[in-house]
């Protein structure tokens, strides 16, 4: 039982005293679990310190207020520790797995990924979760006795699989793997210290999952109504957000807009969470697992929304992605940043004695590309520019036309 809440501790959560353990064998902490070493040990990370350099929607410079991927992460941990301590799991091993899930995104967000997977084509493609098991199995250097940060299978296992399986039993692609196949690094990974990418990942990881979509929906609704993409009216064309509007407006007449704009926020948090919590059980009571091998070998996720809020979370991002991620001030940001990026990448093909400290010297084909664009993935927005300044005649100052400013 836990002390600080007196909640049972789920008979499917992880016990980090049964971990199946890490790469590189290591003497055990006298004062931590293996899941809060692993926690330390990722937010201790250069990759981790550099998200709060990197774009969530708005490039770091156009306010102070918008959500980087450093206070996104944040956000999703704390509502991760949440739904984990409600439903009697581990904590800290869903805390590593929010606090890790972001670490593979390149500079501007997703226009750095779809920059650099069009750069690295030929060898595979991008994709943001195969690069955070790079970045926290090999491209970190910081130990004297192994590259990486030698974190526990179950994050590693959570961090590959926290969107549920990527391949069947019999070894094929499944989902949206289907179409471009596992990602190589992935592939490779598993091949010496086997993930078993065929099962769901932990409840922990599935409650990391949740957590990104919940974090998502409401900070993006507060982050486009602070740029004024649209208006609280105009989001209440989605069911659940006219519902909670009616609700704050019943118990709060005249209440001004940043401040309803913030209630609202938070009643769509304080919803999904409830349901999330509400869906679990049922699916419990349905599916009784009696371990964590029950959680990875069940038909489907035990951790999830139900119907109804699966319809209300697809509601939002239907409206939000028109109104927000393709609005054409974002679009035009974007397109730059993408050039930026492409712009470096061609660069550095040619003159990769200019990558300091990571050059590649006489390294070909897909391994030179593949080095550069993990060099160009840790690069912070910032630097970005700063290294495209550096070798072209003309970088886009990446803002949105100059009356645009941060409403405090």
């Known amino acids: 039982m836990s002390v600080e809440t007196g909640r049972e501790r789920a008979v499917y959560a992880s016990d980090p005293t049964q971990s199946r353990g890490r790469l590189h064998a290591e003497p055990e902490s006298p004062t931590r679990s293996a899941f809060r070493r692993d926690c330390d040990r990722i937010i201790h990370s250069a990759a981790f310190r550099r998200l709060a350099h990197k774009t969530q929607v708005f490039v770091y410079h156009e306010g102070d207020h918008y959500r980087t991927r450093l206070t996104h992460t944040l956000e999703v941990v704390q509502i991760a520790r949440s739904l984990a301590r409600a439903l009697g799991l581990d904590e800290d091993l869903a805390e590593a797995l ?7 995104h390149p500079p501007f967000g ?3 990924e779809r920059a650099l997977d ?5 060898c595979g493609g991008f994709d943001h979760n195969a690069q955070a098991l790079r970045v926290v199995t090999d491209l970190e250097h910081r130990y004297a006795s192994f590259d990486g940060l030698n974190l526990t299978w179950e994050t590693l296992e959570g961090l590959v699989k926290h969107n549920g399986p990527l391949i069947g039993r019999d070894g094929a692609a499944v989902g949206r793997y289907v179409r471009l196949g596992v990602p190589a690094p992935v592939s490779a990974y598993s091949k010496f210290q086997d993930l078993e990418l065929w099962t769901y990942a932990s ?6 999952a949740l957590s990104d979509d919940i974090a998502y929906d409401a900070h993006d609704i507060d982050d486009g109504l602070r740029a004024d993409f649209f208006t609280l009216d105009d989001i209440s064309s989605v069911a659940l957000i006219e519902n909670i509007l009616s609700a704050i407006d019943a ?6 807009p940043p401040r309803r704009a913030h209630e609202t926020v938070r009643a769509l948090i304080t919803r999904m969470i409830e349901d999330v919590l509400a869906e679990t059980a049922r699916r419990v009571a349905m599916l009784k697992p009696r371990s964590v091998a029950d959680v990875r070998e069940a038909p489907r996720p035990v951790v999830g929304f139900s119907a109804a809020m699966e319809k209300s979370d697809r509601d939002i991002k239907g409206f939000l992605y028109p109104r927000m991620y393709r609005h054409e001030r974002v679009m035009r940001v974007m397109e730059d940043a993408e050039r ?12 990769g004695e200019n990558m300091p400290a990571e050059g590649i ?12 664009g993990d ?16 070798y072209f005649k003309q970088t886009p100052e990446l803002r949105w036309e100059t009356s645009t400013v941060d409403k405090k």
């Open 361 to 372: 010297g006489t390294v070909d084909g897909t391994a030179r590309a593949r080095r550069i």
């Open 251 to 256: 118990d709060h007449p005249d209440l001004d």
């Open 340 to 351: 930026v990026l492409r712009d470096l990448f061609s660069y550095y093909m040619d003159a």
């Open 98 to 104: 929010a606090l890790a899930h972001d670490l593979g």
């Open 203 to 208: 409840a922990e990881a599935q409650v990391a």
């Open 110 to 112: 997703h226009a750095g």
């Open 375 to 390: 060099y160009i993935a840790g690069m912070t927005d910032r630097y970005a520019l700063i290294e495209h300044a550096k």
């Open 118 to 122: 069009e750069c690295l084509a030929g």
